[in-house]
């Protein structure tokens, strides 16, 4: 069993619809990063988390820590968010020890 | 601004042929760095970090060294590829000294195929 699992694999979308990718994980962690990936292959992070929620723009990130769960939410979603997102959790204590879900591959039509 | 470089972006190299991948950050002393590999259909691994010149960790078994020669440059390498070497690479960096809940940025990446 993985680490951490994301759900789901690969989400097809319209335009303007609100989309949510869910991240589940079985360690104890010390932050969640929720990382974007786009065709080329550069990866970019969007959030860091903790607890709680963050907020930038259309992207929502939400984590309970209890529950071992998180979530990134797109409102108003475009074709320019298609991409992988990629969800990895920091263990706690260790300073370079990241595990990465698999990704979930969104593609939003127009 | 830091920025972070990484190449070649991609290489076509035979089994048993060396390999030298470098990274450069710029913008920001003493970071702490990493390599990843992220092999077909599966996650991100971590393979090196580095929280300084010659401090270097290894996460897991493998065909593969790196070094960090100067205080921002970090280079991944093998005497001798096999096919199971290939996959994505990426290099990264995070404010050093050791801050537990930075966050991470990622260079663009380097696709290797050993053939």
């Known amino acids: 069993k993985n680490e951490v699992e994301q759900s789901p694999q690969n989400l097809t979308a319209q335009e303007g619809e609100f989309i949510t990718i869910n991240c589940s994980y079985s360690?104890?962690?010390?932050?969640l990063h929720w990382l974007q990936q786009h065709p080329g292959g550069g990866i970019v992070s969007l959030f860091m988390?903790?607890?709680g929620k963050k907020k930038h723009g259309r992207l929502i990130a939400t984590i309970n820590i209890q529950e071992k769960h998180s979530s990134l939410h797109i409102t108003a979603s475009h074709p320019r968010d298609s991409a992988v997102y990629i969800c990895?959790?920091?263990?706690?204590?260790?300073?370079?020890?990241?595990?990465f879900g698999k990704g979930t591959k969104l593609s939003v039509k127009p | 601004s830091q920025t972070i470089h990484q190449w070649p972006a991609t290489l076509v190299q035979p089994v048993g042929s060396p390999l030298s991948l470098e990274c450069t950050v710029e913008?920001?002393?003493?970071?702490?760095l990493y390599w990843y590999r992220q092999a077909a259909g599966r996650g991100l691994q971590l393979l090196f970090y580095s929280i300084g010149i010659d401090q270097i960790s290894s996460e897991v078994p493998q065909n593969l060294s790196a070094s960090r020669p100067q205080d921002r440059q970090f280079i991944l390498s093998s005497k001798k590829l096999l096919l199971s070497d290939s996959g994505f690479y990426l290099c990264?960096?995070?404010?050093?000294?050791?801050?537990?809940?930075?966050?991470?940025?990622f260079g663009e990446g380097s696709w290797l195929t050993v053939v």
């Open positions: 913008g920001t002393s003493n970071p702490n």
């Open positions: 360690v104890g962690i010390s932050a």
């Open positions: 990264a960096w995070s404010a050093g000294p050791i801050m537990p809940r930075g966050t991470i940025y």
């Open positions: 988390l903790s607890s």
């Open positions: 990895a959790v920091r263990l706690g204590g260790s300073q370079g020890n990241l595990i």
